[in-house]
């Protein structure tokens, strides 16, 4: 069986969000957890006009959840760390049929970061992924959604800093993540970026997600993040 991840432009079913937990990674006082919290809501009702929504929320936030969310919004209950879902979710691919997978990543919180916690939000792929009904796809590869960009074709976008990251896949080579990439989501080619962006890099960044520097609008296309602010320091060459 061969297994795609589909371009974020395909046709989706559903959106999977993560309700903001306070005291998670930035949402540690009431007034940033409030603030969140309003930012989600706003993207799931703005969704919701599309598609539907599922909303994982620990169960002592279900309460509040409620006062954010709409009812047309779906709630289901598991303890949370974090609510960046796009992480601590599975990535869906399909088969040859159509038919619907969930690659389940380990999370680690990000290579192990010293402010991150993970002991619960390591569990959410595996959950939402029987919850879409998927074929679940376990992997040993610590990985996130943020950490590749597809095109749907086999092309996948990559960063050293991300994927042979010693506090995420110590002493990995490039051709174990490709053989895994081409298992699990079909990559085909990889781009290799040498790493992200250099505020990615500081305290509460990822270690350079690609997600944060490019997008695949479009198979043969590539959309680039272009910094026209000093404030924002990107070299043209990576760190020794």
Known sequence: MT???PPETAPQERIWMAFPPL?????????????????????????????????VVDPADRAQARRYLSAEVELVEAPLDDAWMRDIGPT???????????????????GGQDWARWERD????ALVGGLAGAELIGSTLVNEGGGIQVDGRGTVLVTETVQLDPGRNPGIEKSAVAAELARTIGARHLV????????????????????IV?????????????????????PRSPPN
Do not use: K, Y
């Not at 007034?31 to 599922?54: G, I, K, M, N």
């Not at 691919?93 to 969930?102: F, H, K, P, S, T």
């Not at 390591?122 to 792929?125: A, L, P, Q, S, Y």
């Not at 609008?217 to 026209?228: D, E, I, L, Q």
């Open 192 to 211: 290799w970026l040498p790493r992200g962006l250099t505020r990615d890099s500081e305290r509460f960044g990822t270690r350079g997600h690609v997600d």
């Open 23 to 55: 005291g998670a990674s930035v949402f540690d006082t009431p007034e940033s957890a409030h603030d969140a919290r309003t930012a989600w809501a706003a993207v799931a009702h703005a969704v919701l006009d599309f598609e539907p929504v599922t909303v």
């Open 3 to 5: 297994w795609m991840m």
């Open 122 to 125: 390591r569990h959410i792929g």
């Open 92 to 110: 869906f691919v399909l088969d040859e049929q159509g038919g619907l997978g969930a690659v389940d990543w380990v999370f680690n919180g990000w």
């Open 214 to 234: 490019a997008a695949v609008p479009a198979p043969g296309g590539c959309w680039c993040t272009r910094n026209a602010t000093p404030p924002i320091r990107t």
